[in-house]
C-alpha cells in the first residue's frame, strides 16, 4: 500500500451542544466547568482545530484480511470532542455539578464483505485531552455483526486497572467480566496519536491487544508483550510521515501512518495477521488508505436532502 499517493482535506471537529434529544446523535457543549485544555501544541492552534464546532470524518479504502483472503470494504473515522463524566464514564448532556473532563472521542466504524455475507465492527475510544490530569482513556466501546451473530465488549477504567465486559452470541467468547491490569490499550493509540504521536510509548511495552483482534481472531482478553517505534519517513509530496509499529511476540504487526505536525491526521495503516484455517493458514496484511475527509456538524445534517454529503465522502 502506498500512504503516499492520497490527498485529503481536514478540517477540525467538535460539537457542542448541551441539549439531550432521544433518538439524535448531537454534540455537547463545552461545559464552563471544562476547559478547554493545552497540549504539546500552542493552546490556541489546539482549540481552533479541536473546538470548532465541526466533526473531522475521514474515509478509507479498506482491504480486509479474514478467512485467509483480502476482502474489500471501506472504513471510517469520526474525530470529535465533548464533555465526559468521569464516574459515570457517559457523554455530559445536562448542566450539573458532576465531575466531567473534555475527551477526544473516535468512532471508527469499518465494514467488509466475505463471500455471500459482510461484517461491521464499530470502535469508540474516549480519551481525556488532559493528559496530565487523566493518564489513561476512561473508556472503549466495540460491537460486530455479521450473519451469524454479534458481540459486544467494554472497557471502564477502574481504580488502577480496567474492568472488561464481554457479551457475544458466540459459545468461546461467552459472557465475561475480566479485571485488566493497567497497560496501554491498542483501541486508545489512534485517540493518542492526534493528542500528541510522540507520547506514545516506544521500546518494550505491554499493551492489551484491540476489541477487534480479540472478536475476529479469537485471542484471550489479556496484556500481551510487544516492541514499539516510531519512524519518520518522507512521502512523495515531500512532507513528513510518522510511523508507529507495534510487533506483538504472536508476529503480529501494527502500523499507523500518520502526519508529522499537528493536527497529527491518521492517512491509514497496515496490520499484518495470520489468517486462515489450520495449515492453511496464511501470514496477509490488512489495508487502509486515505479516501477522502470533510468537516461536517454531521448530527444536524439527517434529512433526505443531506444524503448528497455522502458522496464527498465516497459512501
Not at 192 to 213: E, F, K, V, Y
Not at 267 to 283: D, L, P, R
Request: aromatic share 12%; hydrophobic share 35%.
Amino acid at each position: 500500500m502506498s500512504h503516499n499517493t492520497h490527498r485529503a482535506f481536514w478540517i477540525p471537529v467538535l460539537a457542542i451542544f448541551t441539549i439531550s434529544l432521544l433518538g439524535f446523535c448531537l454534540a455537547p457543549e463545552a461545559d464552563k466547568g471544562t476547559e478547554e485544555l493545552s497540549t504539546p501544541n500552542s493552546r490556541k492552534e489546539f482549540n481552533a482545530y479541536w473546538y470548532a464546532g465541526k466533526a473531522e470524518i475521514t474515509t478509507y479504502d479498506l482491504e480486509q484480511a479474514r478467512y485467509g483472503e483480502i476482502h474489500p470494504g471501506k472504513s471510517v473515522m469520526v474525530f470529535v470532542t465533548e464533555d465526559f463524566l468521569i464516574n459515570e464514564q457517559v457523554k455530559k448532556e445536562q448542566v450539573s455539578d458532576k465531575p466531567a473532563t473534555s475527551v477526544i472521542k473516535l468512532n471508527k466504524i469499518d465494514r467488509f464483505t466475505t463471500g455471500i455475507y459482510d461484517y461491521s465492527t464499530m470502535l469508540s475510544t474516549f480519551t481525556p485531552v488532559d493528559r496530565y490530569s487523566y493518564p489513561f482513556s476512561l473508556k472503549t466501546t466495540f460491537s460486530s455483526q455479521d450473519w451469524c451473530g454479534q458481540s459486544f465488549m467494554q472497557v471502564n477504567r477502574r481504580g488502577e486497572g480496567y474492568q472488561a465486559l464481554v457479551r457475544s452470541y458466540f459459545e468461546a467468547e461467552g459472557d465475561k467480566n475480566v479485571i485488566l491490569d493497567s497497560s496501554l490499550l491498542e483501541d486508545e493509540i489512534w485517540t493518542l496519536a492526534r493528542l500528541d504521536p510522540m507520547a506514545l510509548p516506544q521500546g518494550d511495552i505491554t499493551i492489551i491487544p484491540s476489541s477487534q483482534q480479540f472478536r475476529l481472531r479469537h485471542q484471550p482478553l489479556a496484556p500481551v508483550e510487544a516492541e514499539a517505534k516510531m519512524t519518520l519517513q518522507v512521502r512523495d509530496d515531500s512532507s513528513e510521515q510518522y510511523i508507529y509499529t507495534v510487533d506483538f511476540e504472536s508476529g503480529r504487526q501494527l502500523k499507523i501512518f500518520m502526519q508529522s505536525v499537528f493536527p497529527y491526521r491518521i492517512y491509514g495503516w497496515e496490520e499484518k495477521v495470520k489468517s486462515g484455517f489450520g495449515t492453511e493458514a496464511q501470514w496477509l496484511t490488512t489495508k487502509a488508505t486515505m479516501d477522502k475527509s470533510i468537516k461536517s456538524s454531521y448530527w444536524g445534517q439527517n434529512n433526505k436532502a443531506d444524503a448528497e454529503l455522502r458522496e464527498s465522502l465516497g459512501l
